[in-house]
């Protein structure tokens, strides 16, 4: 069964940093663009980054860019992504997402999500 | 960057009426790249259409996409229970972004 696995979440203060972590199993990591997407409590989905197969290339959105990166380790079957300078406005459960053919494409195979809390 | 406008907000229906869900794009939207989406209360949303109209692996065949350029349209011919749920509409001809979702609720 194709599924992927977030930890990492937790309570930090304005300004300060986390690190999440994503573990993909029952399928070939290094065959799939991966991203995250990440949804604010009572709130829509908003996408924050993909990265490409081999992790050549990342995008973000404006938000994020500059204090965030996305990253991959193929040989451990993991993405990560490096939060850094947060704000009370980056609180949401974020989910990492397998996607289907493209760098930008549909979102295939979601984890249950990591909460962000950013508080002092 | 590409504005998704879902409607209506909420929609209040019974078990085995229709639902029609709209999406609509601030401007044209790339090869139709759009895709739906369900979510349920605690639980990581699940992808229903890609490409404007194609059924992801799993999907009930009364759920059904079309549209195309900026406007889009989810429907489910016939509630199930199980159907009341958020959805959410998402492009990816530029880069990607989700619209703000349309709530089924029991009538």
């Known amino acids: 069964e194709m599924q992927v696995v977030e930890s990492g979440g937790g309570l930090v203060q304005p300004g300060g940093s986390l690190r999440l972590s994503c573990a993909a199993s029952?399928?070939?990591?290094?065959?799939?663009?991966m991203g995250w997407v990440r949804q604010a409590p009572g709130k829509g989905l908003e996408w924050v980054a993909n990265?490409?197969?081999?992790?050549?290339?990342?995008y973000y959105v404006d938000s994020v860019r500059g204090r965030f990166t996305i990253s991959r380790d193929n040989t451990k079957n993991s993405l990560y992504l490096q939060m850094n300078s947060l704000r009370a406005e980056d609180t949401a459960m974020y989910y990492c997402?397998?996607?289907?053919?493209?760098?930008?494409?549909?979102?295939?195979?979601w984890g249950q999500g990591t909460m962000v809390t950013v508080s002092s | 960057e590409i504005v998704l406008t879902q409607s209506p907000g909420t929609l209040s229906l019974s078990p085995g009426e229709r639902a029609t869900l709209s999406c609509r794009a601030s401007?044209?939207?790339?090869?139709?790249?759009i895709a739906w989406y369900q979510q349920k209360p605690g639980q990581a949303p699940r992808p229903l259409i890609f490409?404007?109209?194609i059924r992801s692996i799993g999907t009930p065949d009364r759920f059904s996409g079309s549209g195309s350029g900026t406007d889009f349209t989810l429907t489910i011919s016939r509630l199930e229970p199980e159907d009341f749920a958020m959805y959410y509409c998402?492009?990816?001809?530029?880069?990607?972004?989700f619209g703000g979702g349309t709530k089924v609720e029991i009538k």
């Open positions: 997402a397998q996607l289907q053919y493209l760098v930008f494409d549909i979102f295939n195979i």
């Open positions: 029952g399928f070939t990591f290094m065959n799939f663009h």
């Open positions: 990265i490409n197969k081999d992790g050549s290339n990342n």
């Open positions: 401007q044209t939207v790339w090869s139709n790249h």
């Open positions: 490409g404007a109209s």
């Open positions: 998402q492009q990816y001809g530029s880069s990607t972004t």
